[in-house]
T-cell receptor, first 115, second 116 residues
């Protein structure tokens, strides 16, 4: 039972254009969302995050939007650059009383930036 | 000056063997985690440690046991390895963890385990 879903296994975008990666979740207890970027043979690298009290967070070329009513978030990258080609994972965590939170990950979307 | 490091990077072994994977973080974080990425590329939480206490133990076989000699290290011991244990194992750490949702986790480079 996937609680975090990334329905697009891959996405191809032309260099300079906007890349939009989508993520849906089912667990209403999730209150913190993160995007990670992963190159082959490396560990996931933290990109950007958003708390459920916000609906937008921006960091340079990266913006994450959260729509709580739709249980949907998206990552916008503009302009897209060749170095952005990687697998992007959406992750979520839920507040747990007195314990550390493991992240629940989606399956990832492979973003390919075309020159 | 690697933040989260793991050794070895690759591990090839025979079924039935016992092996360990080491993880160290130099970020001064309080909580460390182990994740498994299976053949379907899902990253799933296995364990987390906070102040030397096991916080999360998902449905992981008891052949897997985390050991934390100190706050900067969380090693993963695997006994009687099985073919299905072949996967990439990632270590991670975060600054806090006790009841604090929203702590960003930082990942190591992964250990690719192949059981023959």
């Amino acid at each position: 039972d996937q609680q975090v879903k990334q329905n697009s296994p891959s996405l191809s975008v032309q260099e300079g254009r906007i890349s939009i990666l989508n993520c849906d979740y089912t667990n209403s207890m999730f209150d913190y969302f993160l995007w990670y970027k992963k190159y082959p043979a490396e560990g996931p690298t933290f990109l950007i995050s958003i708390s459920s009290i916000k609906d937008k967070n921006e960091d340079g070329r990266f913006t994450v939007f959260l729509n709580k009513s739709a249980k949907h978030l998206s990552l916008h990258i503009v302009p897209s650059q060749p170095g952005d080609s990687a697998v992007y994972f959406c992750a979520a965590s839920a507040r747990s009383g007195g314990g550390a939170d493991g992240l629940t990950f989606g399956k990832g979307t492979h973003l390919i930036i075309q020159p | 000056d690697t933040a989260v490091s793991q050794t070895p990077k690759y591990l090839v072994t025979q079924m039935g063997n016992d092996k360990s994977i080491k993880c160290e973080q130099n970020l001064g974080h309080d909580t460390m985690y182990w994740y498994k990425q299976d053949s379907k590329k899902f990253l799933k939480i296995m364990f987390s440690y906070n102040n030397k206490e096991l916080i999360i133990n998902e449905t992981v076989p008891n052949r897997f046991s985390p050991k934390s000699p100190d706050k900067a290290h969380l090693n993963l011991h695997i006994n009687s390895l099985e073919l299905g244990d072949s996967a990439v194992y990632f270590c991670a750490s975060s600054q806090r963890g006790s009841g604090t949702a929203g702590e960003t986790q930082y990942f190591g480079p992964g250990t690719r385990l192949l059981v023959l």
